[in-house]
């Protein structure tokens, strides 16, 4: 039988503004509750959520954590700086079919894996069985690539991030299949996600 595992966000809350992406992070949270069979009331969240960063002085990182049956935990932590991310590549592709690369989950043994092969490392770029990259265990991937900038497609295997959604609504960035070599011919690369937006991706050897 499989352990139970909880879904979670992680929110970025500034003062002024209240919480970036709101509505995106509650939709993804919705759309993985319906896939794995989890209780979830999200006027209920919203209102959780709400009352939560009212108490808040300062740009935090909310972390909500849902339970199957529809527990909710909420805390809040330090954001850290948009400086540029360092990241190793996998030593080994991820499954692309793996339903667990698409949702945000406590199930975390793909990137723990992953991080551990790469001790050095902070942050580890990943890439699938095809040798195409998907993104990193904290984030997602954008690649300058003939003046355009484009972020590995879905199909990859990846977490279909806020920051990412937001974007590609936007017109900001594209999807396309993006090989490894890819890299070698990207003129920027740059580490997003909803808390720190656009930091510099550096592939450090491996």
């Given at each position: 039988m499989a352990e139970p595992f909880e879904l979670y966000?992680?929110?970025?809350w500034e003062p002024g503004?209240?919480?970036?992406?709101?509505?995106?992070?509650l939709a993804r949270l919705g759309a993985s509750a319906r896939h794995f069979g989890f209780e979830v009331d999200l006027p209920y969240v919203r209102a959780e959520l709400l009352e939560f960063g009212a108490?808040?002085?300062?740009?935090?990182?909310?972390?909500?954590?849902?339970?199957?049956?529809g527990g909710l935990f909420?805390?809040?932590?330090d954001v850290k700086p948009s400086a540029p991310?360092?990241?190793?590549?996998?030593?080994?592709?991820?499954?692309?079919?793996?339903?667990?690369?698409?949702?945000?989950t406590s199930r975390?043994?793909?990137?723990?894996?992953a991080l551990?092969?790469?001790?050095?490392?902070?942050?580890?770029?990943?890439?699938?069985?095809?040798?195409?990259?998907?993104?990193t265990c904290a984030g997602n991937v954008v690649l300058e690539l003939d003046g355009r900038r484009k972020t590995p497609h879905a199909d990859a295997g990846?977490?279909?991030?806020?920051?990412?959604?937001?974007?590609?609504?936007?017109?900001?960035?594209?999807?396309?299949?993006?090989?490894v070599a890819s890299l070698e011919r990207a003129t920027r690369a740059w580490f997003i996600n909803s808390v720190r937006r656009w930091c510099d991706l550096v592939v450090e050897p491996s």
């Open positions: 966000e992680g929110i970025l503004s209240g919480y970036f992406l709101l509505d995106r992070h108490e808040l002085a300062g740009p935090r990182k909310v972390r909500l954590e849902l339970s199957p049956d909420l805390e809040d932590a991310v360092r990241v190793a590549r996998a030593a080994e592709p991820v499954d692309s079919r793996d339903e667990y690369l698409r949702h945000k975390r043994g793909v990137y723990e894996k551990a092969a790469r001790p050095r490392a902070r942050d580890v770029l990943l890439w699938n069985e095809r040798g195409e990259l998907t993104d990846l977490l279909p991030g806020t920051f990412r959604a937001e974007l590609l609504a936007r017109g900001e960035i594209e999807e396309a299949v993006l090989p």
